[in-house]
């Protein structure tokens, strides 16, 4: 039973699992950027959004939508450009958190994870890598 329903939901799975692994990464290196290196608020979240978005990729590719496409480049653009939706996405709603509402940027950028990480899920199921 529990493998039948594993199996029934295999994508959505892995896609959390994976998106789990990616706001880690996105949060570690976030808070890497802004306190060990005391870089801005807004370079960390690129820089962190670029080591995060690469990550993503290649585990979604092969592991969540196992997608068998020779075209890994346009894959990747068509990926990227994606990503790049959900970053301005992103930008605007830690600038709202941290400049508007006053929330802490670490409880911000958790908090805009989450959102993003169901955004990217829908962008990359229908735009990414579309099933023929």
């Known amino acids: 039973m529990i493998f039948n329903l594993y199996k029934k939901y295999e994508e959505i799975i892995k896609y959390l699992i994976f998106g789990v692994l990616t706001t880690i990464i996105s949060i570690l290196t976030y808070a890497l950027f802004t306190r060990l290196c005391h870089i801005d608020i807004y370079i960390s979240n690129i820089l962190s959004w670029i080591l995060a978005v690469t990550f993503a990729f290649v585990t979604n590719k092969i592991f969540v939508f196992k997608s068998h ?64």
């Open 69 to 132: 496409s020779k075209n890994v480049i346009k894959e990747g653009i068509k990926f990227y450009l994606a990503r790049v939706a959900s970053l301005l996405c992103e930008l605007v709603m830690m600038f709202i958190l941290v400049n508007l509402i006053h929330l802490d940027d670490m409880v911000s950028k958790i908090i805009v994870q989450i959102i993003v990480i169901i955004l990217n899920y829908i962008l990359s199921k229908i735009f990414v890598f579309m099933k023929n």
